[in-house]
C-alpha cells in the first residue's frame, strides 16, 4: 500500500494544496484525494509533482507492505 507524504513537503515549502493543484492542471477535488490516500496520481504526475516540489518520487510516497 502507498501512503502519500505530499502533506509533508507542501508543508515544509508552504505551499497550498490548490496552488500545487493548478500547476498540476487537475481539480482541488483530486488534489485532496491525492494528499489523503484516497487515490493515487499517475506514476507520470507523481514525476511531476516531484519536479515541482523538488524532491523525488518517493520523497511523496512511501510502500509499506499490509
Known amino acids: ?3 502519500p507524504k505530499i502533506r509533508v513537503r507542501l508543508a515544509e515549502l508552504n505551499i497550498k494544496q490548490q496552488d500545487l493543484s493548478e500547476k498540476i ?10 494528499v489523503n490516500g484516497k487515490t493515487m496520481p499517475t506514476l507520470e504526475t507523481a514525476f511531476k509533482i ?5 524532491c523525488k518520487v518517493d520523497d511523496l510516497f512511501v510502500y509499506e507492505e499490509e
Do not use: D
Open 1 to 3: 500500500m502507498l501512503k
Open 25 to 34: 492542471g487537475v481539480t482541488k477535488q483530486t488534489m485532496s484525494a491525492w
Open 50 to 54: 516531484a519536479k515541482i516540489l523538488g
